[in-house]
């Protein structure tokens, strides 16, 4: 299984922007569909964003659609998110997720056997 490594959270104020980069290795990254989660203090770990091995298809959680926007670039073996117009509700840690298949991220976490270590974004108000 590929090895991924998150990072680029933060403490940011409402309205703000951040970068979350995740980087994977051990694997041919280019076959992986990757995604997003997140979990909250005292809540389960949602889906946030996922996109395909090739970066032709996104798909978002409702809740950050418009605002948060995955892409992929296979030669640096690297996952982003970018995240703006933050809301203090978004505040959670972070993980990447690597998965051959897209539709499994996006309805089958359970599935996922790769994950980065997390990162803390933390928006204020």
């Known amino acids: 299984q590929v090895q991924l490594v998150d990072s680029g959270g933060g403490l940011v104020q409402a309205g703000g922007s951040l970068r979350l980069s995740c980087v994977a290795s051990g694997g041919t990254f280019s076959r992986y569909a990757m995604g997003w989660f997140r979990q909250a203090p005292g809540k389960e770990r949602e889906f946030v964003a996922a996109?395909?091995?090739?970066?032709?298809?996104?798909y978002y959680a409702d809740s950050v659609k418009g605002r948060f926007t995955i892409s992929r670039g296979n030669a640096k073996n690297t996952v982003y998110l970018q995240m703006n117009s933050l809301k203090p509700e978004d505040t959670a840690v972070y993980y990447c997720a690597a998965h051959l298949s897209v539709v499994a991220l996006t309805t089958a976490a359970e599935s996922v056997g790769s994950w980065g270590q997390g990162t803390q974004v933390t928006v204020s108000s």
């Open positions: 996109i395909t091995w090739s970066g032709g298809s996104t």
